[in-house]
């Protein structure tokens, strides 16, 4: 415990030495998560962390979370340093749709709008016309329909499958998945429904149709947010990644947070609705990558045409956003 103490002063002591601001999303370590709001930071949905590491004074971005986090940051601020605690901290949607491939699919529907999910990599939003996140999708795409536009989507095909159900737009997608989402068992979550009936079902749209359908709110992060707060429960069944429960905790000590069944945490594992990659920052490579400042440790770098064209899609969400 007195590591842990000293390595959350030695952060913060660098954080103000090197000019820099920690912006951590809901899914990371609660150390992070309380440091980047005790430090002038912010914890956040990526929506939010993109547009904030953009708009805040700092030179320095250190961002927990995972790769194109750190890279949206980048194209949107190339003049600052953005600095990632850990390189491999990807996302299985980004690695399931290599711009190569995915650029090949976009020249075969040249007919339709390309909108990709923010969990993609410079290159593939490089592709695209629009970026959404999960908070925003749903009214981009409605958007996009009732001006009579057909749509490509890509990754996530139940996000896709979710929208288009919402919305009736047309469109074709990318068959990706979240390896965290994909895993929430619907005969499970209508058991644990039953030993909870005054529980909400809160369901992040990453997650498979059959238990989108057993939710009383579907939402973004943030949406799953603010549908804790709204809704006047004792329980919450919760179907996101599991770094989720500090903050629902934190903001609502009254209320009680029961984790959505997946296959591992059913009986063995009380924990497994865990991002991997999510997983790998922590307090030591926050530390040591502001440790580092100016050695070119854990810096992101784009290619400045990829940066230029990836910057339009996202400018057009946030210009949507306001
Ligand atoms: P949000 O956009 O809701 O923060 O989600 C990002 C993510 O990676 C979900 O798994
Ligand atoms: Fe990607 Fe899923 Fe991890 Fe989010 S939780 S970063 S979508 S693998």
Redesign the pocket.
């Known amino acids: 415990a007195i590591e842990r103490e000293e390595l959350i002063a030695k952060i913060k002591a660098q954080l103000i030495e090197k000019n820099a601001v920690l912006v951590a ?3 990371v370590h609660p150390d992070l998560q309380d440091l980047a709001e005790a430090t002038g930071g912010l914890v ?6 993109a547009r904030f590491g953009r708009d805040h004074s700092a030179q320095t971005l250190v961002v927990a ?2 790769r ?2 750190g890279e949206s940051a980048k194209i949107l601020s190339p003049e600052k340093r953005v600095l990632v605690p850990e390189m491999d901290a990807n ?1 299985s ?1 980004d690695l399931g749709c290599p711009a190569e491939e995915f650029s090949k699919f976009c020249d075969e529907h040249p007919d339709r709008t390309v909108v990709v999910y ?2 993609t990599s410079a290159a593939v939003k490089a592709r695209a016309d629009w970026m959404v ?3 925003i999708a749903l009214k981009i795409v409605a958007h996009l329909k009732a001006q009579g536009k057909k749509i490509l989507w890509a990754p996530d095909r139940h996000l896709g499958n979710y929208i288009q159900r919402e919305t009736g737009a047309d469109m074709v997608m990318w068959q990706g998945a ?1 390896i ?2 994909d895993e929430f068992k619907t005969i499970e979550l209508e058991a644990l429904k039953k030993q909870h009936p005054l529980a909400k079902v809160l369901v ?1 749209p ?1 997650s498979p149709a059959a238990v989108v359908a057993l939710a009383d709110a579907v ?6 947010l603010k549908a804790a707060r709204d809704f006047d429960a004792p329980e919450f069944i919760v179907a ?2 599991n770094g989720m429960m500090h903050k629902l905790r934190q903001q609502n000590p009254h209320k009680t947070f029961i984790e959505a069944p997946t296959a591992g945490n059913s009986a063995t594992c009380k924990s497994c609705a865990h ?1 991997p990659w ?1 997983a790998m920052n922590g307090l030591r490579n926050v530390l040591e990558v502001l440790e580092k400042v100016g050695t070119g440790h854990n810096e992101i770098h784009i290619d400045e045409a990829i940066r230029a064209r990836a910057k339009l899609p996202i400018d057009r969400m946030l210009d949507f956003a306001q």
Not at 44 to 49: H, I, K, T, V
Not at 219 to 224: P, Q, R
């Open positions: 999303h809901y899914y956040s949905d990526s929506l939010e962390m979370g995972v194109f986090m996302c949607l923010a969990n996140t999960s908070s979240c965290v989402h992040h990453e939402g973004s992060t943030s949406a799953i996101t990644d991002c999510m």
